[in-house]
């Protein structure tokens, strides 16, 4: 007997694994320039130059030190370092004994989860979110509850959110900028956002963490700011990834900070301790930490993603689509011009348009179009979505 929920999640790929794996086979078949592939979310800019330049210079040190084992929170001289930065940009002061540098955000925020869950005890996601959040709480004991958004901005809804919280709920996840929608918390949603936990708390006694996931914090346009959380609201867990800023996914690095006021922050971190061990997540990649001090406050250059979700946007949306407004991340979150999602994802398989269908987001009803691919492909692609939006014009 081996536990059937571990092996589900190991059987059923998530929809945009499963499309990108589609256009892998299709590339073989039809030749990588005939398939516009729009599922994954990987950058396709370089890093700044910064990375490679710290990894050259590190690599000439001390192989030993650089190479061994650090801290099991990582190592503090960053800690600190990432609290002066966040201090500098955001104002708000940050304890770097309350931090514990991951592998990424996916790890932060699986070990926030497991350090705040008791079984059977609910998070809420602000739809639409990453697929990924039903794993880290189903495997962390909880259970995931879905609140719809407000339409057509894609902000919350109060309303529902309000009618989603339970006694047993335990933690909010939000996501801004937001794979898939684009869209970035105002600061009035975060305003209110924070009163309704609050009042929440009023009324139940229990407090809610807000779990702000925010691995795409550096990519916004526009001049829009995304706002830091900590200033809305005390009982915060930020899960903060370097994966996208410095397009650097796969070194697997990013931080979990619990917010300086959070109540029982102290037994909180101990739990992201603990669970940083259960996990087997202790001690993220040494040479990363040490490239990530060295590159604190550089980012990609995501002018790059600016000009394709202008190109795309502009184009789409003269073709007819509805897209959500997207101010931040490098997703568009476009209205499928039938009810059923999956249904057109499958006809734009034929126009060989990979595009992920919104249904495992929490949302129904539109597809993902990840943005961060070349320029090149997203021009040569627009026939294809004018001959697929022609097929509904019949
Ligand atoms: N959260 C969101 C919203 C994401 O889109 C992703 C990755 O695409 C992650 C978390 C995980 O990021 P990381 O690579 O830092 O683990």
Redesign the pocket.
Request: overall charge negative; aromatic content about 10%; glycine content about 16%.
């Given at each position: 007997m081996f536990p059937e929920k571990t092996m589900a999640w190991g059987k059923a790929r998530s929809c945009i694994r499963e499309l990108a794996e589609y256009g892998w086979k299709r590339k073989a078949e039809i030749g990588a320039e005939n398939v516009y592939d729009f599922s994954l979310?990987n950058p396709s800019i370089p890093a700044p130059d910064c990375v490679n330049e710290a990894i050259a210079d590190l690599i000439r040190g001390d192989s030993v030190a650089l190479h061994g084992y650090t801290t099991a929170a990582g190592l503090p001289s960053l800690r600190q370092r990432i609290a002066a930065d966040y201090k500098e940009r955001f104002g708000v002061e940050l304890d770097p004994d309350r931090m514990y540098v991951t592998?990424?955000?996916?790890?932060g925020?699986a070990i926030s989860l497991r350090a705040l869950l008791m079984p059977g005890e609910e998070v809420v996601a602000l739809a639409p979110f990453?697929p990924?959040y039903r794993v880290f709480v189903e495997a962390a004991g909880g259970v995931l509850v879905t609140a719809p958004p407000a339409m057509p901005d894609f902000q919350p809804d109060f309303a529902a959110l309000a009618a989603c919280l339970t006694e047993k709920t335990k933690a909010i996840v939000v996501?801004s900028p937001n794979?898939p929608s684009g869209v970035v918390l105002t600061e009035e949603s975060l305003r209110k956002l924070a009163d309704t936990l609050r009042s929440h708390e009023k009324k139940t006694g229990n407090a809610v963490y807000l779990i702000c996931?925010e691995?795409?914090r550096e990519l916004v346009y526009d001049g829009v700011e995304v706002p830091s959380v900590f200033r809305y609201y005390d009982d915060t867990i930020l899960c903060y990834?370097f994966?996208k800023s410095l397009s650097i996914?796969g070194e697997?690095i990013?931080y979990v900070a619990v917010g300086p006021k959070a109540k029982d922050g102290a037994e909180i971190y101990a739990g992201i301790l603990g669970a940083g061990r259960a996990l087997g997540y202790v001690n993220p990649p040494s040479l990363f930490q040490r490239v990530i001090e060295r590159c604190l406050g550089a980012t990609a250059d995501v002018s790059k993603y600016r000009e394709n979700r202008d190109l795309l946007l502009g184009a789409l949306r003269e073709m007819g689509y509805e897209c959500v407004e997207p101010q931040g991340a490098f997703y568009l979150f476009v209205k499928a011009p039938e009810a059923d999602a999956k249904a057109f994802s499958e006809r734009a398989k034929r126009h060989e348009l990979l595009l992920v269908p919104s249904d495992d987001f929490g949302v129904k009803g539109y597809v993902r179009i990840a943005y961060c691919v070349s320029k090149d492909m997203i021009s040569r692609s627009l026939p294809a979505f004018r001959a697929l939006m022609a097929e509904y014009r019949i």
């Open positions: 979310g592998c990424g955000a996916a790890a925020l990453f990924e996501n794979n996931d691995p795409y990834s994966s996914p697997r990013g």
